[in-house]
């Protein structure tokens, strides 16, 4: 199969064309001959060399896919050949052929295509569980996504707006700001103009919001624990402005507030199997409802990953970028 390989660390040139066997499925695996793949900040990580795979997972890129199923492993009980689904995966996805866990696969929802299903499985499981699972985000309370345009703002939005919860967002400029708005937000904030605890206090009538998701870390922790409601609980997903911050233990006492945090990738098959049956039940409805609609900035052919690398580094893209196979 064609695929794209990372080379050695580097920048986006490091990703070069390659051939290799196609992947065998284990037992309770299915290969999916793949038709898109999504690009995601982890896979920049790990073409840098700063986000090595786990050893029992591809070296090659990608942790999301969508296309048929082109094989089963002998234990396979919730697909057959020629099911068309999306799945999240350990790695491997920038290739022809890629194999899931059968439990990680969903099926492509109702109305949509493999690109658009591609760009579904890394940002939605990753804010179901965070948002719905670790912050515990109820009907009727609110929350505040740090990067309202990225991927996995754009869903984060889109799924909070669809479960009826107020959603608040930052972004970099009026042009995202506008789209997180259109796209479901209640009030977007211009981080580069705007105080973000300012606007979130006034907006609250000076309650604060419920659950802040936090892509940035560094010094936007001691703000969001001063924009959070009593009880509030602040998560983390990623540390884009940096691993340290300082802030007011006194403060998250008074409050009774959470701060909590995951990554995705390290967990087991069982854990990311149980995220998946909830989506099904709870997210896909919106989906094929048209309440929530995949946010597609760019694609690019596989043979262009290192353009499609290149774009996500400048950060300009308002939602995903997909390759197609």
């Keep these: 199969m064609k695929c794209i390989q990372i080379s050695k660390p580097g920048g986006p040139e490091v990703l070069v064309p390659a051939e290799r066997p196609n992947p065998v499925p284990k037992a309770h695996e299915i290969l999916i001959k793949v038709a898109s793949a999504g690009v995601n900040r982890p896979d920049v990580q790990q073409r840098l060399g700063k986000y090595a795979p786990p050893p029992d997972a591809s070296d090659l890129p990608g942790l999301e ?7 089963i492993g002998a234990d396979v009980k919730m697909w057959k050949v020629g099911d068309k689904v999306c799945a999240l995966v350990h790695g491997g996805g920038y290739a022809e052929y890629c194999v899931a866990p059968e439990v990680q696969a969903l099926p492509i929802p109702q109305g949509l295509t493999a690109l658009q299903a591609a760009s579904l499985p890394e940002t939605f499981f990753t804010v179901y569980s965070n948002v719905y699972d670790r912050a515990r985000l109820a009907p009727g309370e609110s929350l505040l996504v740090q990067g309202g345009s990225s991927g996995i703002g754009v869903t984060a939005i889109q799924m909070a ?12 400029s009026d042009e995202k700001c506008a789209a997180c708005v259109k796209l479901g937000a209640e009030k977007a904030i211009n981080y580069k103009t705007q105080d973000f605890v300012e606007v979130v206090k006034e907006a609250t009538g000076g309650k604060g919001v419920d659950v802040v998701l936090d892509m940035v870390g560094g010094d936007y922790v001691a703000r969001e624990i001063k924009c959070l409601a009593q009880d509030g609980r602040l998560v983390f997903i990623a540390v884009l402005g940096g691993t340290k911050g300082e802030f007011n233990v006194a403060e998250v006492m008074m409050k009774r507030l959470t701060l909590t945090g995951s990554t995705l990738r390290p967990r087991t098959v069982a854990f990311k199997g149980e995220i998946a049956r909830n989506l099904r039940e709870k997210v896909w409805p919106h989906i094929e409802a048209g309440k929530i609609k995949p946010v597609i900035y760019k694609s690019f052919p596989l043979a262009e990953a290192s353009e499609a690398h290149r774009l996500m580094e400048t950060s300009q893209h308002i939602g995903k970028i997909v390759l197609t196979v």
């Design 65 to 71: 896919v969508a296309g048929e199923v082109a094989a």
């Design 161 to 172: 707006a669809a479960m009826g919860n107020r959603v608040f967002v930052t972004a970099g």
